[in-house]
């Protein structure tokens, strides 16, 4: 069975540093990879998705992410980071099939002044 | 315009009560789905549809009971409630076709259910 893995729990980032968000996933075959954003009392947003082809994909808000099958990682990444990107965000690993997504428990991502 | 809404957004209710939430997309979506997301925010796979049929049905307990009337509506009934019952309960849905879009999930915006 499939897995994935958030390694933080919490970050601390300053606004307008750079960020990154590690993932790891188990899964024998190719993954489909996926990372969403939760802000409080909201519903999960998709930033960015990765099938297949370019390693680094784009996604929302100015978010990227580079998918490295030797190190089975899936890190989400930005530039400069705003207040406004302070919220959980979940890693998910989607299979072959009629599948369902696997999440990790999440990372909080907190942005100080 | 709303692509996945869930109502109600919140449920406060007593333990030992049947309570219903329900789902619509308007994605024109063949896939539907219920996610459960514990108090750690941990988020774990209820049930799937697809085409009104039950796919996937991860060992949820048997009071938990979803009816998918057509293929754009996935409710989830839930009997006898239990405190452990309480958390935010996500549906979401996908496109159908390849799976690469069959990957793609398009979530609500939770109900969040408190059993007292």
């Known amino acids: 069975a499939q897995s994935v893995t958030q390694p933080d729990i919490h970050i601390t980032v300053s606004e307008g540093a750079s960020l990154e968000l590690r993932c790891n996933y188990s899964?024998?075959?190719?993954?489909?990879l996926f990372w969403y954003v939760q802000s409080p009392g909201q519903g999960l947003q998709l930033l960015l998705k990765?099938?297949?082809?370019?390693?680094l994909v784009q996604g929302i808000k100015g978010f990227e992410a580079e998918f490295k099958r030797s190190q089975s990682s899936f890190n989400l990444r930005k530039p400069s980071v705003h207040w406004s990107d302070a919220a959980e965000y979940f890693c998910a690993v989607g299979t072959t099939g009629y599948s369902t997504l696997t999440f990790g428990k999440g990372t909080m991502l907190l942005v100080s002044p | 315009d709303t692509a996945v809404s869930q109502t109600p957004k919140y449920l406060v209710t007593q333990m030992g009560n049947d309570k219903s939430i329900k789902c619509e997309q308007n994605?024109?979506?063949?896939?539907m789905y219920w996610y459960k997301q514990d108090s750690k925010k941990f988020l774990k796979i209820m049930f799937s549809?697809?085409?009104?049929?039950?796919?996937i049905n991860e060992t949820v307990p048997n009071r938990f009971s979803p009816k998918s009337p057509d293929k754009a509506h996935l409710n989830l009934h839930i009997n006898s409630l239990e405190l452990g019952d309480s958390a935010v309960y996500f549906c979401?849905?996908?496109?159908?076709?390849?799976?690469?879009?069959?990957?793609?999930?398009?979530f609500g915006p939770g109900t969040r259910l408190t059993v007292l």
């Open positions: 979401a849905s996908s496109h159908p076709g390849d799976e690469r879009r069959n990957n793609e999930q398009f």
């Open positions: 990765y099938f297949s082809g370019d390693t």
């Open positions: 549809y697809n085409n009104k049929e039950l796919i």
């Open positions: 994605l024109g979506h063949d896939t």
């Open positions: 899964y024998g075959a190719t993954p489909y």
